[in-house]
């Protein structure tokens, strides 16, 4: 008597290729991660003693601030990944506070560092100085006095991450400490703001093809007011020591086959970037030299579009920090 049993069919060619490939798929993905979790345990285990150290009753935790400036060619959003994923993981194991300061637009972040490092060379002026200031800004304009609030303390850390951030702040840095301390009159900077106003109507009836999300932000962002520039004024405050993350965003066709390579291999991704926290979080400092100025040049070639070179004055090179 004939057996009705039948033997189960073989899947065809193209289901087990299929199949096959998301089988290789996922282990690819599984093996990044385990990689992944694996580098991040030993960046952990180096910085992990910080977290250890006891602090005294009146002392506050160390705080770092985190500039963040838009790439060329995209959008910031890449930046706030970047940190998120590969930065801010080794921050929580050294128990480092920050505080982040985004440039959403080109030059929003330089003229946030120049506004900055102007408040923070007032707030070192002398009594008299800062008094004869405020005197001069009351007869001015008819506002009420008004005292001037300092800036935060430097002197726990900045961490820029990639050569646009850099590029910004070491611009705003030296456009800070030549600026005028004197801040302008009412009449001048409703000007300037009527004159941002009317240069904003013409570019956009120029330009139609502007996405409805820039315009927003530019609609709600206030105009800015350009300080004078005297060389006499002319000083450096206590600046704070630099540490630099790359961030190499590949972007276009023909960057696919890498971006699909760290897709697969962002453990990599990882090591690169961990090894420069680090160096920010064991708070090792050496001279910033001229050299530095060219700290993430290999980024530039998956830029769209050309970034000016940083300039920098002689007087502030001197006294600036970078970690190692």
């Known amino acids: 008597m004939a057996s009705k049993f039948k033997l189960p069919k073989l899947p065809s060619k193209k289901v087990l290729g299929f199949f096959g490939t998301c089988a290789g798929i996922i282990s690819l993905i599984y093996r990044d991660n385990k990689l992944s979790d694996e580098f991040k345990s030993r960046v952990e285990k180096k910085v992990s003693h910080l977290a250890l150290e006891p602090l005294n009753v009146h002392d506050l935790p160390r705080k770092v601030t985190v500039y963040l400036a838009r790439p060329l060619g995209d959008d910031i959003y890449k930046t706030k990944i970047h940190f998120r994923e590969y930065v801010k993981p080794v921050l929580n194991a050294a128990a480092l506070e920050y505080d982040i300061v985004e440039g959403t637009r080109p030059g929003q972040l330089r003229s946030k560092v120049r506004d900055a490092i102007r408040e923070k ?49 070491l ?80 972007i276009g066709w023909k960057n696919i086959p890498l971006r699909l390579y760290y897709a697969f291999n ?59």
């Open 121 to 169: 060379r007032k707030k070192e002026l002398p009594s008299s100085q800062q008094q004869s200031s405020l005197s001069n800004q009351l007869s001015d304009s008819d506002q009420p006095f008004k005292t001037i609030t300092a800036s935060k303390p430097i002197g726990n850390g900045t961490i820029i991450v990639g050569r646009v951030s850099l590029v910004e702040y």
């Open 266 to 324: 962002s453990y990599k991704e990882f090591e690169t970037v961990s090894e420069d926290v680090v160096k920010i979080a064991l708070g090792n400092t050496r001279k910033f030299k001229k050299d530095d100025l060219n700290l993430g040049k290999d980024e530039e070639k998956f830029f769209k579009g050309t970034l000016d070179e940083p300039t920098l004055d002689e007087r502030i090179l001197s006294k600036l920090t970078i970690y190692t």
């Open 171 to 250: 611009q705003g840095l030296n456009d800070g400490c030549i600026a005028s301390l004197e801040d302008p009159s009412p009449e001048q900077s409703k000007s300037d703001s009527n004159a941002s106003q009317d240069a904003s109507k013409d570019e956009q009836v120029s330009q139609e093809n502007v996405k409805q999300s820039d315009d927003s932000d530019n609609k709600s962002e206030k105009p800015e007011i350009e300080f004078t520039i005297n060389e006499d004024e002319f000083s450096v405050p206590e600046l704070d020591s630099i540490g630099y993350v790359r961030f190499y965003n590949r």
